[in-house]
């Protein structure tokens, strides 16, 4: 069973992602370390202890609609209740709606959590801490104040309505139209799928984010309009008011992540018996939609990158569990004291040691990368100065820890059913959930492959291709720190970061070239090896900065050691991808034409 | 909806593997290329036009078990019975018992369409495949009069009783058990687990190979024999008698393969109400069960390899066909004709084009290794001199085959998956499926990992390294073959064969070194990547050796496209698996303190 790896999540926030320093420059308020780890300690305790002892009943049972009405698997309405009770859904929320205004770095420690515990539990709030942050960011006081304080208790959840059977990575063909009303509301009209956690029997109300578009709207991206449609109308004293005309149609029958509700949405079909239309009021400016969209994306994506990082450690926790318990065969050498005949713990065979410490080097460099992302945000709107630099700093690591995170949570967790052996492909091991729960992870809140297209075409050239090089810069000096450092066992640390970084420069500077030359075919040829490139460089930089501040603190060589394995191993494929990147565009521009 | 690459097929099993000139060569009898054609067609429509259909129905079915009955999905019985009525399931076995002695490239080629056509389905043939090879070389001719007629018509199907809960990867271990009769026969007592179509609704009788350990049998694997126990009792008519003492207890409810019954398996708990004990008969000797097993293990990994090419094949079918409708977005460049405005099918985005040529070119790459080994297994039977040669041929290229074919099949499954968006995790699009069925390739019949030990440690060393030498030369003369061609178009793909070819020969002389030494477990720490190095090495010869036969036709250059895609993009990778296998070891050891 999964238990929160408190220690390490605050080592990784404190001493790679910057907590630590921010703390010290006083950046962060009354926030101190002790308060940090008591935070996440109870966090843990929650998602150890609550959360996950209710993963299996809802993948088992899933959630189920009859008559449009949904329920949840047994337990989970409790659950949540308890949940929203620890204050845990207004963690990063402003205090004026009774959130705690904590770091968003706090957050995404505890999403990661919330989603070890149980991915599927955990999207119930994901989505609604998206809508919290559209509505502050661009709702009129009026919404705000209206729904608000009830988002941020939990008391009702939030949804986000994008995606249509024809719009999905390209939002510019949506068809749901919005009609004006004399009151200042709108009436919504459409079909939407794909929407998590739209409709349950969880929370009191569900306020959906509904994009759509006026009549008089103009085509394509710019005349997509954003709106509030709350599923039961809220009286003028706040209590609960009529149904609104929308219903949820179906639930989706998916591969993973069973408990939650993936709903397609009817809105403003008449069903309420009322004037058709839902009920809904604008959220920012008229076809400003996908701006508004734009605010909350990158916590949205970061946070789809935590449900990969939270895979990622709850499959290797399990699969390092049962290599330490399963014997099988006798290993070959390097042998633990005591291993005298018969067979050995699966955990002592040097594959199973590759693959257990793959799956760890890969789960520690998601979460840094993701926690630096969080780290960054945070001092965008916390730092004295530097504010730009911070939040292209987001802005650029964005699509990497999105991306890498949720495709090392495939990765990790199809590693996880291996270890397991043939009990990894039977369902109640719980192994195999864990791939089937992050197979989603890698698609939606935008595709890996949009995240590289949005890395190449758009973050690499934030101030002129300054952010990337400012980022390089950093990592240098890590790698330099390594050599400089006297700790033993970094082994041939240095010389592969700085061959992974020179890869990564000599990437970057190609793709800028191929951009500023309009090559942009050429450039998205290798968008995903790019992307995976800078994902593994950065794996390497920030478990050597976690080794280096062990090393510092005279501490046992632990870090170094996967550090060192993550180098001289994982590393190795850096040259490759940056071959694919510069030289293997023209092989898939002449190949092209097989496949049509 | 899947549909036999036929010619595809055809091209590879005559061009690459070798059939061609094998007929050339007469080797094969009265088999010739259109007879080959012939059979391959009429296989491909049967895979096609009746396996597939039933696909769906029995993932969502499932195999279920009531009272120790266990019923197929709806139709299967049906299928079966059709499937054998063609005569399928004795391709390869002597024309003696009923079968057509066919080779077994065209057995092979033919279970990779029944197994695209689904994967659960193609697994009773071929256990049953299995059970008569393991009859036909090591039973009496009692055993074989009485059991082989029925099993090579199909009208009785074979299993394979090895593992048991504590005994998987390790069978030295197991502890089922057999007591001696006076009349010659044995009971048999124990419980299998794990046991693939150990009882089901479609073949009058089930003829089950248990391993079981005689009372006075050494310890481990030299006192492990084979019993062949039926479920019902041959008369000495040969009509069906007594049930016999062996029950079904459950059946595994497993991530995928949902219609074929995985099942435990108990014999001689007296449930059949006679004496206690389920009555077999020996085949073999005593004590050398393991060794009839290695007979037949080389065609079994194979065989699995078959369902890593099958599914990475369908998987590719269905995400080029989905890419091909699905508009999303409009493709940047290199535009194909009439694209004016609006949006582009999916699979002229560059990094949709990515995934797809990767899923192609790994298909057709672990297909051309799994024929190539198939050719081997031919012509040591059939070749005049050099049997051993070719023995030792199929001996090394079988953990590859097996390997490789179904770590690919995961991950081109995966990837399909990637190409559907959000459809893709929708269970009815079908996509999931072939990573659900997928996943247990890469772990039964060996994992994997045990695959890359067998590779090193006993591959590698066959002939004191002269048999994988001897493949290294070949591939070294493919790759001058390339450079030499006047066929345009090849690109960096010489220079690139030879950078694989040499990381290959480079670490396989490290590995023969280190075994020379002694250090097994630095060998074995680089086992895996080096087995990976040696597929993807082999991948990009063979699509070479391919393209090269179509250059020589004059044929249009669709396979030198793929085959440069693959080498300047997936090839690149070798070197990274070099430098781990020589490198990483180390690290490895330094980093295992840290897991236990």
Same mark, same amino acid.
């Given at each position: 069973?999964?238990?929160?790896?408190?220690?390490?999540?605050?080592?990784?926030?404190?001493?790679?992602?910057?907590?630590? #320093?921010?703390?010290?420059?006083?950046?962060?308020?009354?926030?101190?370390?002790?308060?940090?780890?008591?935070?996440?300690?109870?966090?843990?305790?929650?998602?150890?202890?609550?959360?996950?002892?209710?993963?299996? %009943?809802?993948?088992?049972?899933? *959630?189920?609609?009859?008559?449009?009405?949904?329920?949840?698997?047994?337990?989970?309405?409790?659950?949540?209740?308890?949940?929203?009770?620890?204050?845990?859904?207004?963690?990063?929320?402003?205090?004026?709606?009774?959130?705690?205004?904590?770091?968003?770095?706090?957050?995404?420690?505890?999403?990661?959590?919330?989603?070890?515990? @149980?991915?599927?539990?955990?999207?119930?709030?994901?989505?609604?801490?998206?809508?919290?942050?559209?509505?502050?960011?661009?709702? @009129?006081?009026?919404?705000?104040?209206?729904?608000?304080?009830?988002?941020?208790?939990?008391?009702?959840?939030?949804?986000?309505?994008?995606?249509?059977?024809?719009?999905?990575?390209?939002?510019?063909?949506?068809?749901?139209?919005?009609?004006?009303?004399?009151?200042?509301?709108?009436?919504?009209?459409?079909?939407?799928?794909?929407?998590?956690?739209?409709?349950?029997?969880?929370?009191? !109300?569900?306020?959906?984010?509904?994009?759509?578009?006026?009549?008089?709207?103009?085509?394509?991206?710019?005349?997509?309009?954003?709106?509030?449609?709350?599923?039961?109308?809220?009286?003028?004293?706040?209590?609960?008011?009529?149904?609104?005309?929308?219903?949820?149609?179906?639930?989706?029958?998916?591969?993973?992540?069973?408990?939650?509700?993936?709903?397609?949405?009817?809105?403003?079909?008449?069903?309420?018996?009322?004037?058709?239309?839902?009920?809904?009021?604008?959220?920012?400016?008229?076809?400003?939609?996908?701006?508004?969209?734009?605010?909350?994306?990158? !916590?949205?994506?970061?946070?789809?990158?935590?449900?990969?990082?939270?895979?990622?450690?709850?499959?290797?926790?399990?699969?390092?569990?049962?290599?330490?318990?399963?014997?099988?065969?006798?290993?070959?050498?390097?042998?633990?004291?005591? &291993?005298?005949?018969?067979?050995?713990? %699966?955990?002592?065979?040097?594959?199973?040691?590759?693959?257990?410490?793959?799956?760890?080097?890969?789960?520690?460099?998601?979460?840094?990368?993701?926690?630096?992302?969080?780290?960054?945000?945070?001092?965008?709107? #916390?730092?004295?100065?530097?504010?730009?630099?911070?939040?292209?700093?987001?802005?650029?690591?964005?699509?990497?820890?999105?991306?890498?995170?949720?495709?090392?949570?495939?990765?990790?967790? @199809?590693?996880?059913?291996?270890?397991?052996?043939?009990?990894?492909?039977?369902?109640?091991?719980?192994?195999?959930?864990?791939?089937?729960?992050?197979?989603?992870?890698?698609?939606?809140?935008?595709?890996?492959?949009?995240?590289?297209?949005?890395?190449?075409?758009?973050?690499?050239?934030?101030?002129?291709?300054?952010?990337?090089?400012?980022?390089?810069?950093?990592?240098?000096?890590?790698?330099?720190?390594?050599?400089? @450092?006297?700790?033993?066992?970094?082994?041939?640390?240095?010389? #592969?970061?700085?061959? *992974?970084?020179?890869?990564?420069?000599?990437?970057?500077?190609?793709?800028?070239? &191929?951009?500023?030359?309009?090559?942009?075919?050429?450039?998205?040829?290798?968008?995903?090896?790019? &992307?995976?490139?800078?994902?593994?460089?950065?794996?390497?930089?920030?478990?050597?900065?976690?080794?280096? *501040?062990?090393?510092?603190?005279?501490?046992?060589?632990?870090?170094?050691?996967?550090?060192?394995?993550?180098?001289?191993?994982?590393?190795?494929?850096?040259?490759?991808?940056?071959?694919?990147?510069?030289?293997?565009?023209?092989?898939?521009?002449?190949?092209?034409?097989?496949?049509?």
């Amino acid at each position: 069973m999964y238990k929160a790896p408190v220690e390490e999540i605050a080592f990784t926030l404190k001493h790679v992602a910057g907590l630590a #320093r921010a703390i010290d420059d006083g950046l962060l308020g009354d926030l101190g370390e002790d308060l940090v780890d008591a935070i996440l300690s109870e966090a843990g305790r929650f998602a150890s202890d609550e959360i996950a002892p209710l993963a299996e %009943i809802g993948d088992r049972q899933g *959630a189920r609609i009859e008559n449009g009405t949904v329920t949840t698997p047994d337990g989970w309405r409790e659950l949540y209740r308890d949940w929203i009770a620890g204050g845990w859904n207004g963690l990063t929320a402003s205090e004026t709606f009774g959130g705690q205004a904590l770091p968003h770095m706090l957050n995404v420690a505890a999403l990661e959590m919330w989603n070890s515990g @149980s991915m599927a539990f955990a999207l119930c709030p994901t989505l609604t801490m998206g809508a919290i942050e559209a509505i502050a960011a661009h709702g @009129s006081d009026a919404l705000k104040s209206t729904y608000l304080p009830k988002l941020v208790s939990g008391e009702w959840t939030g949804t986000m309505n994008l995606t249509e059977p024809h719009a999905g990575s390209d939002l510019g063909v949506l068809k749901a139209r919005a009609e004006r009303r004399d009151d200042g509301s709108y009436r919504v009209f459409g079909q939407k799928i794909f929407i998590t956690w739209g409709e349950h029997d969880a929370a009191d !109300n569900i306020i959906h984010l509904v994009l759509a578009r006026l009549p008089d709207a103009p085509a394509g991206t710019r005349g997509i309009s954003l709106f509030l449609v709350p599923k039961f109308l809220i009286n003028q004293d706040g209590s609960l008011g009529a149904r609104n005309d929308l219903f949820c149609h179906a639930l989706e029958h998916k591969l993973g992540i069973h408990g939650s509700p993936t709903c397609t949405m009817i809105y403003g079909d008449g069903r309420s018996g009322e004037e058709k239309g839902a009920i809904g009021w604008l959220v920012g400016e008229e076809n400003k939609g996908l701006a508004c969209m734009f605010t909350m994306m990158n !916590n949205a994506r970061l946070a789809v990158g935590m449900q990969g990082v939270a895979i990622a450690e709850a499959a290797t926790q399990k699969a390092v569990a049962y290599a330490r318990e399963r014997t099988q065969g006798k290993a070959p050498g390097w042998s633990a004291a005591g &291993q005298t005949g018969g067979m050995s713990p %699966i955990i002592e065979h040097p594959d199973v040691i590759r693959m257990l410490l793959t799956m760890k080097a890969l789960t520690q460099g998601a979460r840094a990368i993701a926690y630096s992302c969080a780290h960054a945000t945070d001092m965008a709107h #916390r730092a004295a100065d530097a504010g730009k630099h911070w939040q292209e700093r987001a802005a650029l690591l964005t699509p990497v820890a999105k991306s890498f995170a949720t495709d090392i949570g495939v990765d990790v967790a @199809s590693l996880g059913i291996q270890v397991h052996g043939g009990m990894g492909f039977i369902e109640e091991t719980g192994a195999a959930r864990y791939l089937r729960d992050a197979r989603i992870a890698p698609i939606y809140e935008g595709t890996n492959g949009i995240q590289a297209i949005d890395l190449v075409t758009r973050k690499l050239t934030l101030s002129d291709g300054g952010e990337v090089k400012s980022l390089i810069a950093e990592l240098r000096e890590i790698a330099g720190r390594v050599g400089a @450092s006297n700790a033993e066992n970094f082994g041939a640390t240095e010389n #592969r970061l700085n061959v *992974a970084i020179t890869d990564l420069q000599q990437a970057t500077d190609w793709l800028l070239a &191929q951009l500023a030359a309009g090559n942009t075919a050429d450039a998205l040829a290798g968008a995903t090896p790019y &992307q995976r490139l800078f994902g593994l460089t950065l794996t390497g930089c920030y478990l050597a900065k976690g080794a280096l *501040a062990d090393a510092e603190d005279g501490k046992a060589a632990d870090r170094i050691a996967l550090c060192r394995f993550a180098a001289e191993n994982l590393l190795a494929e850096t040259t490759a991808l940056k071959d694919s990147v510069v030289n293997g565009a023209s092989s898939l521009a002449a190949a092209r034409s097989i496949l049509v």
